[in-house]
């Protein structure tokens, strides 16, 4: 059985910075995929960023140049560096992991930007 748990949420101030990290657990052993979706209150959720095995990465276009999603296959954990945080960044971060044929969701946690 995969697990999935995350690290990182908080309360940042517009314009700081946080790191979200998510190590994955259990029989998985080079996840294909890996990455973050985001829900904000009332909203669906959203694509943030993702990466592959290779490390070919792919952004949101609202989060371009501000965050970057990277992987430690070794660790088997992907983070999520997010910089210039706006208020409306403020939502909960779900991770996830690609692995024959499933993905697999964290469990979310909830970044709040906001003075």
């Known amino acids: 059985q995969v697990q999935l748990v995350e690290s990182g949420g908080g309360l940042v101030q517009p314009g700081g910075s946080l790191r979200l990290s998510c190590a994955a657990s259990?029989?998985?052993?080079?996840?294909?995929?890996m990455g973050w979706y985001r829900q904000a209150p009332g909203k669906q959720r959203e694509l943030v960023a993702g990466?592959?095995?290779?490390?070919?990465?792919n952004y949101a276009d609202f989060v371009k140049g501000r965050f970057t999603v990277s992987r430690d296959n070794a660790k088997n954990t992907v983070y999520l560096q997010m910089n210039s945080l706006k208020p409306e960044d403020t939502a909960v971060y779900f991770c996830?992991?690609?692995?024959?044929?499933?993905?697999?969701w964290g469990q979310g946690t909830q970044v709040t930007v906001s003075s």
């Open positions: 996830y992991v690609d692995f024959r044929g499933i993905r697999y």
């Open positions: 259990g029989s998985i052993f080079r996840a294909v995929g």
């Open positions: 990466i592959i095995s290779n490390g070919n990465t």
